[in-house]
């Protein structure tokens, strides 16, 4: 309880932070964040549009170790885990999908134009509607967990082609440089400040959610399990 | 169900793989054919290219789809399922494909496409590989 009382103030207080400190030219102030060229206001949607992407990635990472965990160990508890990340995950790719897009209509004009980026979240999306649509196809808990954990696999070692296949065929326009050059990640203190909280702050998010979500499936499993 | 008693799953699996190859590669040659006696304007700069990508593409196109096929094959509704599933598998083969297609009716030396075929050749051999290690778990259920 105090813990979901204090992920709540400590989440307002990164929002709060992130929208209404003030943009400057020359930051003076504690409070200050500085101009990014290219970027100006709307650099603000890093605080949120990252840590989505961030906790998306984490989440289907997580989803496909348990899968694996599942395969090996065929614990029915294992593809709780895996099917809750799963949807976790997805759940929070959207968000980021959203938030880039608004984001681009204001920075390229419009919201969907087809970047490298947007193409591979845009596959990322495909594959786990089709790994829920999977799922929703086979009836008997054991062989729903098992072929639908052989699928998020496949999915997940083709993945990395779109990595490094889509920027050979396209240049991106997603900017990366402004933040990250030469392998080193160059920002103002106040701003890193606020963006690391924010990241760890959906990170423990994610983390609550997954947790009260399993318990859920659990409790259905056991309901589930004794009806039959 | 004889299968499961007097087969080895990784038999069955070769077995599939083998089918879906010949079925394939009969099919990629003879719209090949095709293309090239009846679409005016079809010509093709670079037959090398052209070829190892029909090659390496039919090899790619047939162990993806035969794995998830291997999955559809246990699931209730068989119909509608397997565009869906395979499409985000097989899109970085179809981008790769199409861009190496591309070069060879441009007529770019062998050495532009390099590139493509090095994507290609570890498509198959990752695909092939997992289908290798995940298959005796879906054939058992």
Same mark, same amino acid.
């Given at each position: 309880?105090?813990?979901?009382l204090?992920?709540?103030?400590? #989440?307002?207080?990164v929002?709060?932070?992130?929208?209404?400190?003030?943009?400057?030219?020359?930051?003076?102030?504690?409070?200050?964040l500085?101009?990014?060229?290219?970027?100006?206001?709307?650099?603000?949607?890093?605080?949120?549009?990252?840590?989505m992407?961030?906790?998306?990635?984490?989440a289907?990472?997580?989803?496909?170790?348990?899968?694996?965990?599942?395969?090996?160990?065929?614990?029915?508890?294992?593809?709780?885990?895996?099917?809750?990340?799963?949807?976790?995950?997805?759940?929070?790719?959207?968000?980021?999908?959203?938030?880039?897009?608004?984001?681009?209509?204001?920075?390229?004009?419009?919201?969907?134009?087809?970047?490298?980026?947007?193409?591979?979240?845009?596959?990322?999306? #495909?594959?786990?509607?089709?790994?829920?649509?999977?799922?929703?196809?086979?009836?008997?808990?054991?062989?729903?967990?098992?072929?639908?954990?052989?699928?998020?696999?496949?999915?997940?070692?083709?993945?990395p082609?779109?990595?490094?296949?889509?920027?050979?065929?396209?240049?991106?326009?997603?900017?990366?440089?402004?933040?990250?050059?030469q392998?080193?990640?160059?920002?103002?203190?106040?701003?890193?400040?606020?963006?690391?909280?924010?990241?760890?702050?959906?990170?423990?998010?994610?983390f609550?959610?997954l947790?009260?979500?399993?318990?859920?499936?659990?409790?259905?499993?056991?309901?589930? #399990?004794?009806?039959? | 169900?004889?299968?499961?008693?007097?087969?080895?799953?990784?038999?069955?699996?070769?077995?599939?793989?083998?089918?879906?190859? +010949?079925l394939?590669?009969?099919?990629?040659?003879?719209?090949? +054919?095709?293309?090239?006696?009846?679409?005016?304007?079809?010509?093709?700069?670079n037959?090398? +290219?052209?070829?190892?990508?029909?090659?390496?593409?039919t090899?790619?196109?047939?162990?993806?789809?035969? +794995?998830?096929?291997?999955?559809?094959?246990?699931?209730?509704?068989?119909g509608?399922?397997?565009?869906?599933?395979?499409?985000?598998?097989?899109?970085?083969?179809?981008?790769?494909?199409?861009?190496?297609?591309?070069?060879?009716?441009?007529?770019?030396?062998?050495?532009?496409?390099?590139?493509?075929?090095?994507?290609?050749?570890?498509?198959?051999?990752?695909i092939?590989?997992?289908?290798?290690?995940?298959?005796?778990?879906?054939?058992?259920?």
């Amino acid at each position: 309880m105090t813990l979901k009382l204090f992920l709540g103030i400590w #989440l307002s207080l990164v929002i709060i932070a992130g929208i209404s400190f003030p943009i400057t030219e020359n930051p003076t102030n504690w409070y200050d964040l500085p101009f990014v060229p290219g970027l100006e206001d709307k650099a603000r949607i890093i605080f949120f549009h990252v840590p989505m992407a961030w906790v998306a990635t984490l989440a289907f990472g997580i989803s496909l170790i348990y899968g694996i965990k599942y395969l090996s160990k065929e614990n029915l508890d294992y593809d709780i885990k895996s099917v809750s990340s799963a949807g976790l995950g997805l759940i929070f790719a959207i968000l980021a999908t959203v938030t880039g897009s608004l984001w681009a209509k204001f920075s390229w004009g419009s919201f969907w134009n087809w970047d490298p980026r947007q193409t591979s979240i845009f596959v990322l999306l #495909l594959i786990y509607g089709a790994y829920f649509a999977l799922r929703s196809a086979i009836e008997g808990d054991e062989k729903r967990a098992t072929l639908s954990a052989v699928y998020a696999i496949i999915a997940g070692v083709t993945a990395p082609f779109f990595i490094f296949i889509m920027p050979r065929l396209v240049e991106g326009l997603h900017p990366n440089e402004a933040f990250v050059s030469q392998g080193k990640i160059s920002m103002n203190p106040t701003m890193l400040v606020i963006f690391l909280c924010s990241l760890s702050g959906f990170t423990a998010l994610y983390f609550w959610m997954l947790n009260t979500k399993v318990r859920l499936e659990r409790l259905e499993l056991k309901h589930h #399990l004794k009806g039959d | 169900m004889t299968l499961h008693l007097i087969a080895r799953p990784l038999t069955i699996y070769f077995g599939k793989l083998l089918f879906n190859l +010949i079925l394939l590669g009969a099919l990629n040659i003879f719209t090949v +054919i095709l293309y090239l006696l009846f679409v005016t304007g079809f010509t093709v700069g670079n037959y090398l +290219i052209f070829s190892v990508t029909i090659l390496l593409g039919t090899l790619g196109l047939a162990s993806a789809s035969t +794995i998830i096929a291997a999955i559809i094959a246990k699931a209730n509704t068989k119909g509608t399922l397997y565009p869906v599933l395979s499409f985000p598998i097989l899109l970085p083969l179809l981008l790769t494909v199409i861009n190496a297609t591309k070069l060879s009716v441009e007529g770019a030396v062998f050495g532009d496409a390099v590139g493509e075929f090095q994507v290609l050749i570890s498509y198959l051999v990752v695909i092939t590989a997992i289908s290798y290690l995940l298959f005796e778990s879906i054939w058992k259920e």
